[in-house]
Nanobody, 125 residues
Framework: VQLQASGGGLVQAGGSLRLSCVAS????????IAWFRQVPGKEREFVAA????????YYVDSVKGRFTISRDNAKNTVLLQMNSLKPEDTAVYYC???????????????????WGQGTQVTVSS
């Protein structure tokens, strides 16, 4: 297994969750590791990404100021701290690793090579 996502759960609006994505050595060496989310009947949506070089981060507008993506290099782990959660954040969250992902394809799920199994996040109103 290249990526293992965990940390989802049920939380009330305004609450917090922290998602973890533990990666294999190969996956963690990828240029970019990202989080996407998906609700039934909709396309997979980009949430956040972090580049290996320089640690540059990217976020979809709807989570800016609320979510923070970070890398723990000692544990081959990428974290997604989610604060001030809203019901519209409810989705299955997936982590992904892109070996050759370039800046222009950071938000495109087709640009990623490995995917975790997903973890459910449910935010109640």
């Amino acid at each position: 297994v290249q990526l293992q996502a965990s940390g989802g759960g049920l939380v009330q609006a305004g609450g917090s969750l922290r998602l973890s994505c533990v990666a294999s050595e190969r996956a963690f060496s990828a240029l970019v590791i990202a989080w996407f989310r998906q609700v039934p009947g909709k396309e997979r949506e980009f949430v956040a990404a972090i580049r290996k070089s320089g640690g540059h981060t990217y976020y979809v507008d709807s989570v800016k100021g609320r979510f923070t993506i970070s890398r723990d290099n000692a544990k081959n782990t990428v974290l997604l701290q989610m604060n001030s959660l809203k019901p519209e954040d409810t989705a299955v969250y997936y982590c992904a690793a892109g070996l050759r992902t370039i800046l222009s394809t950071t938000t495109d799920p087709r640009g990623y090579d490995f995917w975790g199994q997903g973890t459910q996040v449910t935010v109640s109103s």
